[in-house]
């Protein structure tokens, strides 16, 4: 990996240990799925404008397949996300 890619993958462990340990007790999965779901829809419009701006170039079937691969992405997550929010709550 590359010094920049290390100082991202570094950040968003932070990120993530912080979000989790910042949680209320037993809201953990919550942050998890609300994080996933985010980061899904997040890399989607990236990968959307990405495809839109490289339309009739080489890249764009590299971009156009990450776009259709996030957007089952963010399903998935959603359906997480719905799944968790049935889950019952610990008291």
């Known amino acids: 990996m590359t010094d920049n890619a290390d100082q991202i993958t ?23 799925v609300t994080m996933l779901h985010r980061a899904a829809v997040e890399l989607n419009k ?14 764009w079937g590299q971009w156009a397949g990450l776009q259709n691969t996030t957007r089952s992405l963010v399903l998935q ?10 889950l019952p709550r610990e008291t």
């Open 10 to 32: 570094n950040a968003v462990h932070a990120a993530l240990a912080h979000a989790l340990a910042s949680a209320p007790p037993g809201e953990e999965v919550e942050v998890l």
């Open 46 to 59: 990236s990968a959307r404008t990405h495809a839109a701006a490289t339309k009739g170039q080489p890249e």
């Open 77 to 86: 997550a959603s359906t997480c996300r719905d799944l968790v929010h049935k």
